[in-house]
């Protein structure tokens, strides 16, 4: 593991509250956090425990009700809708577990766009490297619906990785895969936090895919329960069932 003490993220006092039904509904709740450069971190917790809402948040796709979020030394509530775009584009990866790719476009069309959006040129040194790490070299002209899962998947890493972001975001990239497919997609993950002092944050509800990472936390009710530094998987789950044990008695 390659650990950097510089920041990709941080997120401090951060509170996000909607409306459901006329109710307030707080998400967040003051949570402090940071994840370092080159490090990977899973993000865990129940249904309704405020892990995507954090994810989206601290990826500037969602603001704040409360508190600041930086990406680098960028602080995100002061930029208008256009520079956080901007920046969205250029520093930040997303992969999500529906893919998101553009069916009309080939698998190549799809790593490109983004550079494509931001009018960069492709530096071809890089997408080669990207391409050869995915292993996507026999299916560039291909279409996304030609492809399986795990293919798609790996077409969405690269897509994040083309503009070298300061921090890719991964919402549940492996819940749609099955198990060995999602292992693969998970080692990839893994290879370039170690290779490419890459930062993935990572939600997912599997803590077996939450064991590829360096460093676990635990979300309820809106807050940080647990922090936990390479648990593996028996001690996630453990935890995760202590919690479901104690909301139980609580309610």
């Known amino acids: 593991m390659s650990v950097h003490t510089e920041p990709a993220v941080r997120v401090t006092g ?7 039904d006329g109710e307030p509904v707080h998400a967040l709740t003051r949570v402090d956090a ?20 954090l994810l989206q948040v601290a990826a500037g796709l969602d603001r704040p009700t409360d508190g600041s979020v930086w990406i680098g030394a960028t602080e995100l509530s002061r930029l208008s809708e ?4 901007e920046l969205r584009r250029g520093r930040v990866g997303f992969v999500f577990q529906a893919f998101n790719l553009i069916g ?24 080669a490297e990207i391409v050869e790490r995915t292993g996507l ?8 619906s030609a492809l399986s899962g795990g293919q798609q998947q790996r077409v969405a890493i690269a ?24 292992a693969e997609v998970l080692l990839l993950l893994r290879g370039i936090v170690d290779e490419h002092s890459q930062t993935v944050v990572m939600v997912t509800h599997d803590p077996v895919a939450a064991s590829y990472a360096d460093r676990v936390m635990v979300l309820a ?9 390479q648990p593996g998987a028996d001690r996630i789950a453990e935890h995760l069932a202590a919690l479901g044990r104690s909301r139980v008695v609580t309610r």
Not at 34 to 53: E, L, N
Not at 82 to 85: A, E, G, N, P, S
Not at 162 to 179: H, K, M, N, Q, Y
Request: aromatic share 6%; proline share 8%.
């Open 14 to 20: 951060l509170t996000r509250t909607y409306q459901a």
């Open 34 to 53: 940071t994840f370092h450069r080159g490090t990977f971190t899973a993000i865990m917790g129940p249904s309704g425990s405020g892990k995507s809402t």
């Open 82 to 85: 256009t520079r956080l775009t």
């Open 104 to 127: 009309a476009l080939t698998v190549e069309e799809n790593i490109l766009l983004p550079l494509r959006l931001s009018g960069v040129r492709p530096d071809p040194a890089w997408i």
């Open 137 to 144: 070299a026999q299916r560039l002209r291909h279409r996304p």
């Open 159 to 182: 897509r994040a990785l083309v503009s070298r972001p300061e921090v890719i975001f991964c919402d549940e990239p492996t819940g749609a895969l099955d198990t060995n497919t999602a």
């Open 221 to 229: 009710d809106g807050r940080i329960v647990h922090d936990m530094p």
